[in-house]
């Protein structure tokens, strides 16, 4: 026996739990404009502190400051309210009707609408995302009908995917939205790789990874960064820093790199900070990241900081591990009244056309809504064919599972 | 006795192994102060502390491969990986660490590890909350597969796990968790508290790996079956009044295979029905060897009734799920023949 020290483990833990009051002043935040903006082609070296910080536009007033703002004109930010207003109504509906029994399971995205819906109109037609389940923004900002998503939530007749896959899995390679997988993670290198075929091809496209805070923690996460340091590929490495994985605190996936970004640090990635509930900002920023990808410069890592407001899913209820006022605790705000605001702010919006909006936007989700019920819900209505169950597990199918499905009669 | 559903079961198992041995760990994602998404750790973190159960980093790889090394130390880690169908990652730590480490150290180093996952569909969950990958494991030397079909079970063959000195791959029929399930997904959802095996002792006791159990003597077929298939098979029995000896396996590696051969030697005809899919599952490995075995006994031939040969679907789940329907009709071929 030496007499070395006694060793003990550290175990991380959220600051506040259930019957606490939550507290996030530990979580510097910087004042709106004040995080430089550098050139597209600057050394990585050079911005390793835009790590550690958040890049804001959107201050307290309303008002877009900074060298950030100005990367969207007032129509198109009146268009970027519209969409998060769809999917916050989306949401809602679709959370209604799992309750009501028309579907087995949904995932809103209620407090990070920015992130997806910003970021979609930072690419172009042909560029690819590999999102997680909690980007549909990147759809409905991308003009994707969605009834089509009602049909995919309700596996009914006219379900794209044929009820082969869970609610809210959805595909599009012409909206440029890649299958979601149900595995973690897998989908971040793979973006990688769909970006390196567009360089190998001398193409002009770009790719869009997405991750949550939590999944960062795989090992794909990893790979992903190693690939595209090495090849310098075509890529936009987003990270949503939601600050919850189910009931894990972000910190047990963080460790003690300090922030998201920083893990792009030691791969020699540009890694910027974002607020994510800052529509302004996460557009300025991802076009930032964009362009470095389209001028092939190479990849950058962006972690867009912000809160993920509702359950995990529908399986989950986080009043057991977070304190219920947590996210009206938050310092960044809503990404809807924050916009909403700042459209107030500079003379084109106002109050009554807002709610008239809202009125409209629920007309809208509505009639979908109802035009995909009559097709069906999961449980009443037209439904996929069982032989939909038997197609599309090869190209053609092979003997034994024609086999199969003779000998289950149809 | 107590009565417990199968996930407090489960749960009593850890905190009787917790209790009577410190060397006992448990960790994975969502495990520490939430409880597990399934409660199977709840209350084990507030009474053992954060260095005992905690929450891991969602890197399966990484929760496999750091069990390894607390067991090579000494430890005896229960791991926890959220569902079955996210043990792809770590797969490698599994079949060419954990699964080795006594081979190919002479027993210099071993690996006591047990990997809890919860396996098989019937909640909706699609092709990423549904698999059964038994039959990924069963054919790795030097792993050990259970898959439990009821609480009391359940509960012996945890402990007799987390206490085996070899790694332990514990699949947990999620369908099984709150209630018994045969299969008629139509009919109202049964709970543990009237089923005779839902009375669970409070203390310490095992089910020891590699026995088989009868659980519906017959003399006109044996069905081999093991978890949420116990159910399906036993029911599927009684309606179509086919006297099948329905036989839980409870563990597939060691295999019992001297109850199912007295089990076929009297019947002359085995049906074996497993969720996971048909080609190269467990249910190949069983015909053969009741073939080898049985051959000059059998007045039929062994036939396997399985999960088809897709990924496991979200609105057909019934149409895939080998229920009674499928069962009964494969019973009464068998006796027709
Ligand atoms: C490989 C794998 N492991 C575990 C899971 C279970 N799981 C689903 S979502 C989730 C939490 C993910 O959290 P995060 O990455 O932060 O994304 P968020 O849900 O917050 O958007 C977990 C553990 C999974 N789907 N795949
Ligand atoms: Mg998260």
């Known amino acids: 026996m030496t007499d070395g020290q006694r060793l003990s483990l550290h175990v991380p833990e959220p600051e506040v739990r259930p019957g606490g009051k939550p507290d996030f002043s530990n979580v510097p935040i910087p004042k709106a404009g004040s995080v430089r903006r550098p050139e597209v082609d600057v050394d990585p070296k050079e911005i390793r502190d835009l790590a550690y910080s958040i890049i804001r536009v959107l201050d307290r007033e309303g008002e877009a400051v900074g060298p950030w703002a100005g990367s969207l004109t007032d129509e198109e930010l009146m268009e970027g309210l519209k969409h998060m207003m769809l999917l916050r109504v989306f949401d809602s509906r679709m959370l209604m009707a799992q309750r009501q029994g028309k579907t087995s399971f949904y995932m809103q995205h209620l407090g990070e609408e920015a992130v997806s819906c910003a970021f979609r109109k930072a690419l172009l037609p042909g560029d690819m995302n590999f999102p997680t389940y909690r980007q549909a923004g990147l759809l409905i900002a991308g003009g994707y009908p969605m009834v089509e998503m009602m049909n995919q939530i309700y596996s009914n007749d006219a379900d794209p995917l044929k009820g082969r896959q869970l609610p809210i899995m959805y595909s599009s390679k012409e909206f440029g939205f890649f299958t979601i997988s149900g595995n973690l993670a897998t989908q971040y290198v793979q973006a990688v790789g769909w970006a390196m075929a567009s360089a190998i091809k001398n193409d002009t496209k770009i790719a869009a990874a997405w991750i949550g805070d939590g999944s960062t923690a795989e090992s794909d996460f990893h790979s992903a960064l190693v690939f595209a340091s090495t090849y310098r590929a075509p890529v936009v490495l987003n990270v949503v820093n939601n600050q919850w994985a189910i009931s894990t605190f972000q910190g047990v996936a963080r460790g003690g790199s300090g922030t998201f970004a920083a893990r792009g640090l030691g791969y020699g990635l540009p890694s910027l900070r974002v607020d994510g509930n800052d529509y302004l900002a996460v557009h300025a920023v991802a076009k930032w990241a964009a362009e470095r990808a389209r001028r092939n410069i190479g990849p950058t890592l962006v972690e867009y900081v912000t809160y993920r407001v509702g359950a995990h899913s529908t399986s989950d209820d986080p009043s057991a591990y977070r304190p219920k006022e947590e996210s009206e605790a938050w310092p960044l705000g809503d990404p809807v009244i924050r916009l909403k605001n700042h459209l107030i702010r500079i003379g084109t919006w106002s109050e009554e056309r807002h709610r008239q909006m809202e009125a409209e936007i629920r007309d809208t989700v509505v009639a979908a809504q109802k035009e995909a019920e009559r097709h069906g819900t999961l449980h009443s209505g037209g439904r996929p064919s069982m032989r939909d169950m038997f197609e599309g597990v090869y190209a053609e199918m092979p003997p034994h599972l024609k086999r199969q499905r003779q000998q289950a009669g149809v | ?337």
Not at chain 2, 247 to 256: A, E, F, G, S, V
């Open chain 2, 1 to 337: 006795m107590p009565r417990m559903t199968m996930i407090e079961a489960i749960r009593s198992a850890m905190d009787v192994s917790m209790e009577r041995d410190d060397n006992v760990v448990v960790f994975g994602e969502d495990v520490g102060y939430f409880g597990g998404v399934f409660r199977g750790t709840q209350g084990l973190q507030q009474k053992y502390g954060k260095t005992r159960c905690f929450d891991a980093p969602i890197n399966e790889s990484g929760i496999v491969g750091v069990a390894i090394g607390m067991a090579a130390y000494g430890l005896k880690p229960c791991v926890e990986i959220q569902f079955a169908d996210y043990m792809y990652p770590a797969y490698d730590q599994l079949t060419q660490e954990a699964a080795r480490l006594r081979y190919r150290s002479n027993g210099d180093f071993t690996c006591g590890i047990t990997v809890r996952m919860p396996t098989g569909g019937g909640i909706f969950g699609g092709q990423t909350h549904s698999q059964s990958p038994e039959a990924l494991f069963t054919h790795v030397c030097g792993l050990q597969v259970v898959v439990p079909s009821n609480p009391y079970d359940a509960k012996g063959l945890l402990i007799a796990s987390i206490e085996n000195p070899d790694p332990v791959i514990f699949l947990e029929p999620k369908r099984l968790y709150n209630g018994p399930f045969d299969g008629h997904h139509d009919r109202p959802v049964t709970s543990w508290a009237g089923h005779p095996l839902g009375e669970v002792p409070a203390e310490h006791y095992v089910v020891p790996l590699g026995k088989a159990v009868v659980r519906r003597p017959g003399s006109a077929v044996t069905v081999l079956a093991y978890g949420t298939m116990v159910h399906v098979a036993e029911a599927t029995a009684e309606e179509t009044g086919i006297d099948a000896e329905v036989i839980d396996l409870r563990t597939l590696m060691p295999l019992d295979l001297d109850t199912i051969v007295t089990s076929v030697k009297k019947t002359g005809r085995c049906l074996v029905v497993h969720e996971a899919t048909l080609t190269s599952g467990f249910g190949a490995e069983l015909a053969a060897l009741v073939q080898e075995h049985c051959f000059y006994n059998l007045e039929a031939p062994v036939t396997r009734v399985a999960g088809w040969d897709t990924p496991y679907p979200h609105a057909q789940e019934w149409d895939y799920f080998p229920g009674p329907a499928r069962v009964g009709r494969a019973l009464r071929d068998m006796m027709e023949a």
